[in-house]
């Protein structure tokens, strides 16, 4: 199963509770792939799914669907902050096999 870091799970549930939704959770899920391997996002959502594993963080609810699940382990999620960039990643894990038409990947 992927993994929060603490910074992480305290700035979506700082997020969630701006939003009025504080005690809602984060989804993960599969949002399309390439030669890359396959791209990941994030939203917020009030309850899992029947397809879904849920884990929790610092009070945080994650749901994601089995089979994004087991793409995703390994992972982890945080939260950057470097003045420039700011925002959550999806990070870790094995990286994926490009060919060299895979320019993006680099």
Known sequence: ?????????????EILTAEGKAG???RVYTAGGG?????????????PGDNDDVMEKNGLKVFV????????????????????KQGFVIAGGSAPSCGPSCTSCE
Request: with cysteine.
């Open 24 to 26: 809602w959770g984060l």
């Open 65 to 84: 669907d089995k089979d994004t699940a087991k793409k995703l382990e390994g992972m982890n999620i945080d939260f950057i902050d470097d003045g420039e």
């Open 1 to 13: 199963m992927i993994t929060i870091t603490d910074t992480a799970a305290e700035k979506a549930k």
């Open 35 to 47: 030669c890359c391997g396959p791209s990941y996002g994030m939203d917020i959502d009030e309850k």
